[in-house]
């Protein structure tokens, strides 16, 4: 979890959530939807559906507020709904992705060599530009769902691997292991972009 979002997990009162108190919950809601929505967008990568997902996400944390007993973070909680929710919503749009469970989880070591490129030469305006981060995009989108939420949850939207795992309900060996097959199948996808950007040699 960023620095800013761990400093406002103290301005809420848990007894008045577990009161459903309508103003602390708006509270929530404010603090939370820009984080919420930009989660949605990264998963579904469609500003309506972000909305959707956005929407149900905090009507089913409302519903669920007698029952928070405050063992996760308020932000933590939140995450995991609207992960949840987003991920149904894309079972439903492409009901070829059934699980985000994984065949196995051995170890990095134990999968294939893949072919990537060395960045290191490659300059940092390259790196950051709108045309790398969409194709960025684009590779995200070509995860399986069990490694897009691992990999967004953990590099995009920065959040620890403890609070990774207690988000999507996975133990921590499985999130290192699913964000290293993240990473790597990303950097094959990109290595053909990537190797255009790299200075000429003789």
Same mark, same amino acid.
């Given at each position: 979890?960023?620095?800013?979002?761990?400093?406002?997990?103290?301005?809420?009162?848990?007894?008045?959530?577990?009161?459903?108190?309508?103003?602390?919950?708006?509270?929530?809601?404010?603090?939370?939807?820009?984080?919420?929505?930009?989660?949605?967008?990264?998963?579904?990568?469609?500003?309506?559906?972000?909305?959707?997902?956005?929407?149900?996400?905090?009507?089913?944390?409302?519903?669920?507020?007698?029952?928070?007993?405050?063992?996760?973070?308020?932000?933590?909680?939140?995450?995991? *709904?609207?992960?949840?929710? =987003?991920? #149904?919503? !894309? @079972?439903?749009?492409?009901?070829?992705?059934?699980?985000?469970? +994984? %065949?196995?989880?051995?170890?990095?070591?134990?999968?294939?060599?893949?072919?990537?490129?060395?960045?290191?030469?490659?300059?940092?305006?390259?790196?950051?530009?709108?045309?790398?981060?969409?194709?960025?995009?684009?590779?995200?989108?070509?995860?399986?769902?069990?490694?897009?939420?691992?990999?967004?949850?953990?590099?995009?939207?920065?959040?620890?691997?403890?609070?990774?795992?207690?988000?999507?309900?996975?133990?921590?060996?499985?999130?290192? *292991?699913?964000?290293?097959? =993240?990473? #790597?199948? !990303? @950097?094959?996808?990109?290595?053909?972009?990537?190797?255009?950007? +790299? %200075?000429?040699?003789?």
């Amino acid at each position: 979890m960023s620095k800013q979002q761990t400093n406002i997990e103290e301005i809420f009162s848990l007894e008045a959530l577990n009161n459903s108190d309508p103003a602390e919950y708006a509270r929530v809601v404010e603090t939370y939807s820009g984080y919420i929505y930009r989660l949605a967008l990264k998963m579904l990568q469609n500003p309506q559906d972000a909305e959707d997902v956005l929407q149900e996400t905090f009507i089913k944390a409302f519903r669920a507020l007698p029952n928070f007993n405050g063992k996760s973070k308020v932000s933590t909680w939140l995450y995991r *709904i609207a992960t949840n929710e =987003a991920l #149904m919503f !894309l @079972r439903k749009k492409k009901p070829d992705f059934v699980s985000v469970e +994984m %065949p196995s989880e051995k170890s990095p070591g134990d999968q294939k060599s893949l072919q990537i490129v060395d960045w290191c030469c490659i300059p940092e305006d390259e790196l950051a530009s709108d045309e790398a981060r969409h194709h960025l995009d684009l590779g995200i989108e070509k995860l399986s769902l069990a490694l897009k939420s691992v990999f967004i949850l953990r590099d995009v939207e920065g959040l620890s691997i403890k609070e990774t795992a207690e988000i999507l309900e996975i133990s921590e060996s499985a999130v290192k *292991i699913r964000l290293h097959r =993240a990473r #790597m199948q !990303l @950097r094959e996808y990109l290595t053909t972009y990537y190797q255009d950007q +790299m %200075p000429a040699t003789n």
